[in-house]
């Protein structure tokens, strides 16, 4: 069965820095993996997704994400934060029945 | 485009009542699952229709149930409310054929259980 480890439930950083949130998956067939943001009272809104083929994939607001197979890992990124980013962020691993498997999430916040 | 909606926004029950929430798919989705979100927590999978059919099950009991109508929308269906029913209650839809199968969410519906 698939499963999805989000490392931080809470990540706190400075306008203008480095944005990394981890993620960390268990598959036992090739992952299809994705992330979701969540802002307060709202749905989820999809950022990016890894398939198949180029392992960094580029997402919406300047995000990206880079599959590492040897690890495991589909850490997400964005070199420069946003008071716009502060949310709730999951990762979410699919299984062959198209069922999502998600993380706990994580939550950004962007001090000014 | 129209995107996932759902009705309806905010519900309170009280513990025993029955709930209906509903679901519009995105225009060309195909198929809906059905996620429940809990505060401070992943969305947990429900279930998802196909073709008006159950095809996908989580580990909720029974008395969840759901519908699929003909235009794609569907219906999900709580018996019996429990206290720890409150939720976010999440719909999603995609179309099976695409490789990817990427679910898109609508807004959700908040539901609390008195």
């Known amino acids: 069965a698939q499963s999805v480890t989000q490392l931080g439930s809470h990540v706190s950083v400075s306008e203008g820095a480095l944005v990394l949130l981890r993620c960390n998956y268990s598959?036992?067939?090739?992952?299809?993996l994705f992330w979701y943001v969540q802002y307060p009272n709202q749905g989820l809104q999809l950022l990016l997704k890894?398939?198949?083929?180029?392992?960094l994939v580029k997402g919406i607001n300047g995000f990206e994400a880079e599959f590492k197979k040897s690890e495991t890992s589909f850490h997400l990124t964005k070199p420069s934060a946003h008071m716009s980013d502060a949310a709730e962020y999951f990762c979410?691993?699919?299984?062959?029945?198209?069922?999502?498997?998600f993380g706990g999430g994580t939550r950004l916040m962007v001090k000014p | 485009e129209t995107g996932v909606t759902q009705s309806p926004t905010h519900l309170i029950k009280t513990r025993g009542q029955q709930v209906t929430l509903r679901c519009s798919s995105q225009?060309?989705?195909?198929?809906v699952s059905w996620y429940q979100q809990a505060l401070g927590q992943g969305p947990q999978f429900i279930f998802q229709?196909?073709?008006?059919?159950?095809?996908g099950r989580g580990n909720f009991p029974p008395r969840f149930s759901g519908l699929q109508f003909p235009n794609y929308s569907s219906e999900l269906n709580v018996n019996a409310l429990e206290l720890d029913d409150s939720a976010l209650y999440l719909c999603?839809?995609?179309?099976?054929?695409?490789?990817?199968?990427?679910?898109?969410f609508g807004p959700g519906t908040r539901l609390l259980v008195l």
């Open positions: 999603a839809s995609s179309k099976v054929g695409q490789v990817e199968e990427t679910q898109y």
């Open positions: 598959s036992s067939v090739p992952p299809y």
């Open positions: 890894y398939t198949t083929g180029a392992t």
């Open positions: 979410a691993v699919r299984n062959a029945g198209n069922m999502l498997t």
């Open positions: 225009s060309g989705h195909n198929t």
């Open positions: 229709y196909y073709r008006e059919e159950e095809n």
